[in-house]
């Protein structure tokens, strides 16, 4: 039995000793039982993180735009504050003992959000390859489309400026009438961005396809992306957007090599996919013991699978790394998507204020509170190993802290 069979076995064990408090916990049972160990008789594709880097170097050029390395640091407050289960004493059976804790998995953090690109975040990677496909294409204007808080409109937005090029969002509007500029929205108006709002009852796509026609018709040459830089379509041939976090865990493993740490699994929200694929990718060509876990912001696991693994092959295959990545080896959890995206909890207040409070570190609501509530509740239920260290990349999305202020500090109080 492999040591991922073994945990997984335990895990589950441990989930039906505690009778598992979540609503949710049937069908986090059920995604874990199926969670299949990392297939190790594939060997296809496997390289160095150094060749890895070479590859992506000489066939994917980049505009610079992130301050790199991003720190890795140590949690080292909740890794004290946050042990492992308490061990069984000698007291009698059926007692919970009150004796020593085990040690716990140690907690370290990737600091995503100082990539120092317009209050930063994962979407600044993303950009370097995009950016340099546009202007390679000859592009003057990146047209995208997000939600109203959108973190890729905001950094899309810098990032356009840092080479001269003019930004077109299509954001949607989630009710009708006046927006409020906070936040993101506050910050793309700020940097000059020309904003096309879809009313919730217009089909974003439609306006999308309308203003670059509409664009090109005034003689403009717009790049159109897809929001979250992540899928292929619109102008972007190959999924750009992974391939930068396929070089960020080359940059991540090589830097917990410097600081002689060893890396078990690296916890992140997902989204569109991209983030999550990349790192995939870099993980299973460099050092396939490291596991990749994402925690959904909204939707269900299936269809996550299945984007992230097509992102993720479609990127091994633009770096001819010889390997199938299916959607069954993706660990993605849906458990702590709740109301859905955007939608505030306790549970996010809660880890938004522990990181505050604790470590002086700042999330964001919609994607980071949620990923951490979600890494949280899984090391309550021993999903990690008590030797494991687990890296949690904080992917930015801080502006979004001020619109939802009120409800943080609100719902913190009753977490
Ligand atoms: C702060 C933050 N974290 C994580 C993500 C998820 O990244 P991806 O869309 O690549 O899954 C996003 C995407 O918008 C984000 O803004």
Redo the contacts with the bound molecule.
Sequence with gaps: MTTDTLHRRRFLENGMRAGLTLAAAPALVTHLASCRPRQTADVGGITTPSRLQRTIDRRFPRARLAHLPTPLEKLEVLTAESPGSPSPGPQSPGLRAPGPRSPGPRWFIKRD?QTGLAFG???TR?LEFILQDALDQGADTILTS?GLQ???ARQTVAAANMFGLKTVLVLSKPRPGPVDYDGNLFLDALMGADIRFVEPDQSRQAVLDQTAEELKAHGRRPYVVS????RPGGSMAQPL?AMG?TLAFVELYQQAQEQNTRIDSIV??????????GLVVGARAAAPHVRIV?IN?SGAREPARNNIASIAQAAAHGLDLDMTITPEEIIVFDDYVGEGYGVMSPEIARAITLLARKEAILL?P???GK?LAGLLDLNEREYFREDENVVFIH???TPALFPYRQEILELAETA
């Design positions: 959000d975040g994962n979407k993303k997000a959108s973190n890729w929001v979250g830089g992540s957007g976090y992140i929200a997902n989204g569109s996919g991209g983030t999550q694929a994402g912001v964001d919609v994607y980071t990923a992917t930015g999305g």
